[in-house]
């Protein structure tokens, strides 16, 4: 098992910026794919981005130039950078671990309990 545990949500203006954790703690070799989705009200778990332990990220087009991930290896943690932000971008943010996973949720089996982010006009 691998347990996931997301800080540092929380109320910010359009605009600004919020950084989120997430440590990975247990089954850690189990995570060499950590990622973020999001899922605002209304809607679907959304794929946010993705870090794999080579280095290697991707994003979904809409975060792409606003959202950076990033992690550490040697502490099993991984972060995301966003900056820019706008009301839209208000929602529950979930971070995610597997082997190999990718864009969609169901690739992922591992879970924290979420963090909101709420973006105020």
């Known amino acids: 098992q691998v347990q996931l545990v997301e800080s540092g949500g929380g109320l910010v203006q359009a605009g600004g910026s919020l950084r989120l954790s997430c440590a990975a703690s247990?089954?850690?070799?189990?995570?060499?794919?950590m990622a973020w989705f999001r899922r605002a009200p209304g809607k679907e778990r959304e794929f946010v981005a993705a870090?794999?332990?080579?280095?290697?990220?991707y994003y979904a087009d809409s975060m792409k130039g606003r959202f950076t991930i990033s992690r550490d290896n040697a502490k099993n943690t991984v972060n995301l950078q966003m900056n820019s932000l706008k009301p839209e971008d208000t929602a529950v943010y979930y971070c995610?671990?597997?082997?190999?996973?990718?864009?969609?949720?169901?690739?992922?089996?591992?879970w924290g309990q979420g963090i909101q982010v709420t973006v105020s006009s």
């Open positions: 870090s794999r332990n080579t280095g290697y990220t």
């Open positions: 247990g089954r850690t070799f189990s995570s060499n794919t």
């Open positions: 995610a671990a597997d082997q190999q996973g990718g864009t969609l949720r169901d690739e992922y089996d591992y």
